[in-house]
């Protein structure tokens, strides 16, 4: 029977933190990653829960572990992480309701990590805090990571809140990497309002209900990219399926880098498969889901081109199962062949050295071959569509101002960058509108969201968002209904953000005799 | 330039006095119409270019990928 145990509270690195016991019993990547991590983010003070249910390891107790005669407990252990120095006294009086002890403890919270009765995959369910990104926002580079969501621990009273995505050590007796991959993609705050988020062993038991292999279901034996694709089905959801489109189905830079920022910038994590390199000539195929990126410098574009937003990021956001969350991977085109591969690089340490070798250093590349997303049913549209839709409603802006420009012997100026992802309406409408046009006069605003809902052809849910920018001054936003097939994708309704645009627009089509149907005029001026 | 952050939305934005559209804003709006021949031919030209950027945006897929097993 389990017994009641008191909580326990350490400093971190000390000999009570958890993840030092767990570095002394199995020579682990992630436990050291872990630390590394932890360290970074300036953690000062572990609190221990002894006893935690965890849904996840539950169901994977049910599935497996019940039934082996090692004698597996079904409970574990929940270490909480804090940046200050929470000890008994402070955590007491927190619990107490006493003030400042309650800010104290949350808002020096990093995240938590449960560890597992397993010896061989101790580390479950993980959640930690992102690095702090103040030096990319004054940079006009900062991380992206739309689909991280909040999560809750409750602890004697005390709710803890830490935004991120939940990553978990593969166990390879219920789950293989793509398992992970998926659990942590189907944690995205995307599908908040969509479905109940599956446990490990719910994605291996479906994938081998909805498309069998032959193969038993535990211990589990890996998972073809087609289970992976119906178990997405099999969630309510629909699997977007991309591979790359060099030799050996490797990705360009241009492929990759747009497709991956389009979808994080949706809100959605990216499954991306492909081979890990290890020893000379030994590669294995793993699966690894990319959860944010680190957004590029605005690019410089010449007068009257246009190029395509992202297409330079340099740096992707990683969960991967060997390694630990949000691991950082630089995107390099290393061979000089125009195909990129991920590199595990880990910023410097921020805080002095790291306390144990960090696994980023000696960790291999990985080649994208394949990517997997899982979006909302109702959005039909081909991301890919989506692109060429943009790249052809778009192109006429920048060449159309650069020829009046010349005309008119105005100052030149430069080009335009172009970017498209999908978005829920009432999203739009209500935040990247208010964001986009919060410098004009709260009328602009009014007007623009009202014609938008009374003048333009009712549309879908979801809306593709193409944008085009001159520097980083959005010039214009074109929408487009996702529910219908990708060959009826036309414009529904265009916003033009200066009254430049549909000026231009009418001057263009007179000059150059093309024939530009963007819908709707909205005018956001 | 600056970068705006609205809860989880992190855009592109600028004020209107952003250096990047002097150009645009000088721009007269009433003066005739001019350069057909020059805008057809740029326009000719960038639709040729947009085809070698579109390349990179084809859907494939393949069965053996399909089949490809992950452990």
Same mark, same amino acid.
């Given at each position: 029977m389990h017994r009641p145990k008191p909580l326990r509270f350490s400093a971190f690195g000390a000999s009570g933190d958890p993840l030092v016991v767990l570095e002394r019993e199995v020579d682990s990547r992630q436990v050291k990653y872990l630390r590394c991590y932890l360290h970074d983010l300036d953690a000062r003070s572990v609190v221990i829960e002894p006893n935690y249910f965890d849904r996840d390891y539950l169901s994977e107790f049910e599935a497996f572990y019940a039934t082996s005669a090692a004698g597996y407990p079904n409970i574990c252990q929940r270490a909480h992480f804090f940046r200050e120095n929470v000890t008994r006294a402070v955590f007491a009086k927190a619990v107490g309701g006493e003030g400042q002890a309650r800010t104290l403890v949350e808002t020096s919270y990093l995240g938590h990590v449960v560890i597992r009765p397993i010896p061989g995959a101790p580390v479950g369910r993980t959640v930690l805090k992102l690095y702090p990104d103040e030096k990319g926002i004054a940079e006009g580079t900062p991380r992206i990571m739309e689909p991280a969501r909040e999560y809750e621990a409750h602890v004697a009273g005390l709710t803890l809140r830490v935004s991120g995505i939940a990553w978990e050590q593969q166990d390879s007796a219920v789950g293989s990497c793509a398992t992970v991959a998926l659990w942590s993609m189907l944690h @995205?705050?995307?599908f908040d309002d969509h479905h109940a988020i599956p446990t490990t062993a719910e994605i291996t038991s479906m994938a081998h209900w909805s +498309? *069998?292999? !032959? #193969?038993?279901?535990?211990p589990d034996s890996g998972l073809q990219l087609a289970q992976i694709l119906e178990v997405i089905k099999g969630h309510g959801l629909a699997p977007v399926f991309i591979t790359g489109e =060099? !030799?050996?189905q490797t990705f360009s830079r241009e492929r990759f880098c747009t497709l991956v920022a389009s979808f994080l910038r949706s809100g959605y994590p990216v499954l991306v498969n492909g081979w890990l390199e290890e020893e000379e000539n030994q590669r294995e195929a793993h699966t690894i889901c990319i959860v944010g990126f680190r957004s590029a410098a605005p690019p410089t574009v010449a007068p009257g081109e246009h190029v395509l937003a992202d297409? $330079?990021?340099n740096f992707v956001y990683v969960h991967d199962d060997n390694l630990g969350p949000n691991a950082r991977f630089r995107i390099l085109d290393a061979e000089g062949d125009g195909t990129i591969s991920l590199f595990p690089e880990s910023p410097p340490p921020l805080n002095g050295g790291w306390p144990t070798s960090n696994p980023t250093q000696t960790y291999h590349e990985i080649i994208p071959t394949e990517i997997v997303v899982a979006v #909302? *049913? =109702?959005?039909?549209?081909d991301p890919l569509e989506l692109q060429r839709a943009a790249e052809n409603y778009t192109r006429w802006l920048p060449l159309a101002l650069d020829h009046e420009i010349k005309q008119q012997k105005g100052t030149s100026t430069s080009g335009m960058v172009v970017s498209s992802r999908f978005v829920r309406l009432p999203q739009y409408i209500e935040h990247e509108l208010a964001s986009t046009l919060r410098d004009r006069t709260p009328s602009v605003l009014s007007k623009t969201r009202l014609t938008l809902w009374e003048k333009a052809t009712p549309m879908s849910l979801h809306i593709g968002l193409v944008r085009i920018s001159l520097g980083t001054e959005p010039m214009m936003d074109i929408l487009f209904d996702t529910s219908d097939s990708d060959r009826h994708l036309r414009p529904t309704a265009y916003l033009a953000f200066r009254a430049h645009v549909p000026w231009l627009l009418s001057r263009w089509q007179k000059l150059s005799g093309e024939d530009i149907d963007l819908g709707v005029l909205v005018r956001a001026w | 330039m600056k970068v705006g952050t609205q809860r989880k939305f992190t855009i592109w934005t600028a004020p +209107? @006095? @952003?250096? $990047?559209v002097p150009a645009l804003v000088q721009l007269d709006m009433r003066a005739p119409i001019a350069g057909a021949t020059v805008a057809k031919k740029r326009a000719a030209s960038a639709k040729l270019r947009s085809q070698k950027v579109l390349k990179h945006f084809v859907t494939r897929t393949s069965a053996e990928s399909l089949r490809k097993l992950v452990k």
């Open positions: @995205s705050s995307a +498309a *069998p292999t !032959g #193969h038993r279901i535990f =060099e !030799g050996d297409k $330079d990021i #909302h *049913p =109702e959005l039909r549209t | +209107a @006095s @952003s250096s $990047d």
